[in-house]
């Protein structure tokens, strides 16, 4: 069994943001740190090889059949 690695990334940091505020559980300084550690994970996401699978979570009903598509076949 080969693992695969997965990375579900948002749209973009700014939808991030958006995404984090709608919900309304954590404070401005709060989502503030969560979108500085989205930065580093989505750079460290686009070095050569360190994912086999990148999957954008821009519409959730496509990001799942990828998902599938990816585990699956």
Same mark, same amino acid.
């Given at each position: ?5 997965? /990375?579900?990334?948002?749209?973009s $940091? %700014?939808?991030?943001? $958006? !995404? ?5 559980? %954590?404070? %401005?300084?709060?989502?503030?740190e !969560? $979108?500085?550690?989205?930065? !580093?994970? $989505? %750079? ?27 585990? /699956?076949?």
């Open positions: 069994m080969n693992p695969i690695y997965i /990375f579900i990334q948002p749209p $940091l %700014e939808e991030l943001e $958006l !995404r984090l505020k709608k919900r309304g559980t %954590e404070e %401005e300084i709060q989502i503030q !969560r $979108l500085r550690i989205a930065k !580093r994970e $989505l %750079e460290f996401a686009d070095l050569p090889g360190v994912f086999d699978v990148k999957i954008v979570n821009a519409d959730l009903d496509f990001a799942y059949k990828q998902l599938k598509q990816a585990i /699956f076949g």
